[in-house]
């Protein structure tokens, strides 16, 4: 009966003693594709071996993975080790450290050598490379860039020491009027920069981005909120109400929190693009109502992560000392303004870097009407379509106002008689609602 590979070496081993220096090995079993592994890496192997030389033993891993070994003449000594069902990666590199020895492996050929050779061999290798390349004629490209700006992909390619994309004695030039971009570099590095340069140019989607400054009564967004955002209730029920005097399934319309809090409590309301559809006339009819009005609606389109700032307002002149003592007439800004920044997501979301600022006129001052400041700061994640509301930002305009007759309204005591006085406390709050909305097309 014909015995089996494994058997057979198994038995060639035992039917004359090792001499000294030579390699025992007891068994061989698996092959990479019965590891999972088609590399072959993973393949197990037993050994024993009892002072063998270091050339031996690589030897023996050589016959074993069909790999072509090179070993250094400076790789001496020999080694007793014992492994039982091991890879015999893991069991190579066990071997290479416990010697002080590294490996350098292209392709089917392993370099094994000590470190400091091994190292050394690298060195000269790259400084090989290096003189070569100096040595090597330069090329140079034009590139015409349809989206990207020339002066910003100038600065990528140039970069610093450690983030330079060009070789030492590349070049890169760019011309504003024309958006050309002039490439000088070896030909090989040269084919690299145009295949990023491909990638690089091109379209950046697009963000309409809708604000909606509302200013009205206070609660006029806690009211306005009651109308849009009905939430649907726990998972597996049904909602249902009263519609146009009918039974109807009432409809989510409010966005979900983000991160796991609540919008609300930040400041912010958060609407989905269904409710935003319906925004517009809801506001309509709280202006018709008398309990608002609707500031300013801008209206920007911005490139994906290109911030976008809206700003309105006035410039207030205030005393300021210029220098020796000199004093002048310089302006400060009272605005409200808004930057936002759109990040679209790979699922179509937006998400939104907000920015408001709300500055006001307050009391007058020796050198000046001071300004009351109001700063929101956040980042949302919203639907495309849907609504960001940011609200909280109150007003208080308290008035005492008196009307009289002239002359007789400044009698003393009888006066009284023909002045009419009238206090009056207003509180407002102003609301800003923004949409981003992603622009389908080129």
């Known amino acids: 009966m014909p015995l089996a590979p494994a058997q057979r070496m198994s038995d060639e081993h035992r039917s004359s003693p090792p001499a000294a220096g030579a390699v025992s090995t007891a068994s061989v079993a698996g092959t990479g594709t019965e590891t999972g592994d088609p590399s072959g890496d993973n393949r197990p192997i037993s050994i024993n071996l009892q002072q063998a030389s270091l050339a031996a033993v690589f030897d023996a891993f050589a016959r074993f993975t069909g790999l072509n070994i090179v070993v250094s003449e400076r790789v001496r000594g020999t080694v007793s080790l014992r492994l039982n069902n091991v890879r015999w990666r893991s069991a190579f590199d066990a071997l290479l450290d416990a010697h002080g020895l590294a490996m350098a492996r292209r392709?089917?050929?392993?370099?094994?050598?000590?470190?400091?050779?091994?190292?050394?061999?690298?060195?000269?290798?790259?400084?090989?490379?290096?003189?070569a390349a100096q040595l090597e004629p330069l090329?140079?490209?034009?590139?015409?860039?349809?989206?990207?700006?020339?002066?910003?992909?100038?600065?990528l390619l140039a970069g610093s020491a450690g983030q330079r994309i060009l070789s030492k004695r590349g070049s890169v030039l760019a011309d504003p009027r024309t958006n050309l971009l002039f490439v000088t570099d070896l030909s090989g590095r040269l084919a690299q920069i145009a295949d990023?340069?491909?990638?690089?140019?091109?379209?950046?989607?697009?963000?309409?981005?809708?604000?909606?400054i509302v200013e009205g009564d206070r609660g006029f967004s806690r009211n306005l909120g009651a109308r849009l955002a009905l939430r649907a209730p726990d998972a597996g029920e049904r909602a249902t109400g009263i519609v146009a005097g009918r039974n109807g399934t009432l409809a989510e319309l409010a966005a979900r929190p983000i991160s796991g809090f609540d919008a609300a409590t930040a400041g912010l309301t958060l609407f989905a693009a269904r409710a935003s559809r319906l925004l517009d006339v809801e506001l309509s009819a709280l202006e018709a109502e008398g309990r608002g009005q609707i500031v300013s609606s801008p209206r920007v389109v911005t490139a994906d992560r290109t911030k976008a700032v809206v700003e309105q307002g006035a410039e207030l002149p205030y005393q300021a000392k210029v220098g020796n003592g000199v004093s002048g007439v310089q302006f400060r800004r009272a605005?409200?303004?808004?930057?936002?920044?759109?990040?679209?997501?790979?699922?179509?979301?937006?998400?939104?870097?907000?920015?408001?600022?709300?500055?006001?006129?307050?009391?007058?001052?020796?050198s000046g009407p001071a300004i009351h400041t109001k700063h929101v700061q956040t980042r949302v994640e919203v639907e495309n379509?849907?609504?960001?509301?940011?609200?909280?930002?109150?007003?208080?305009?308290?008035?005492?106002d008196v009307t009289r007759v002239p002359l007789?309204?400044?009698?003393?005591?009888?006066?009284?008689?023909?002045?009419?006085?009238?206090?009056?406390?207003?509180?407002?709050?102003?609301?800003?609602?923004?949409?981003?909305?992603?622009?389908?097309?080129?």
């Open 107 to 131: 392709g089917s050929v392993i370099w094994v050598a000590p470190v400091a050779e091994l190292a050394e061999r690298e060195r000269q290798r790259f400084d090989a490379h290096a003189r």
């Open 139 to 155: 090329a140079s490209r034009g590139f015409v860039l349809r989206y990207a700006r020339a002066a910003d992909v100038q600065r």
């Open 196 to 212: 990023l340069i491909g990638k690089l140019d091109t379209p950046s989607r697009q963000v309409l981005i809708e604000a909606r």
């Open 335 to 366: 605005t409200l303004k808004l930057e936002v920044e759109p990040q679209i997501t790979p699922d179509g979301r937006v998400i939104l870097d907000l920015d408001v600022a709300k500055d006001s006129v307050g009391e007058e001052t020796a």
């Open 385 to 400: 379509g849907g609504t960001v509301s940011i609200g909280g930002i109150f007003e208080s305009d308290d008035r005492d």
């Open 408 to 442: 007789l309204g400044k009698i003393p005591v009888l006066g009284a008689l023909f002045r009419h006085r009238a206090q009056r406390a207003q509180r407002s709050e102003l609301v800003v609602y923004i949409t981003p909305t992603v622009v389908i097309g080129p």
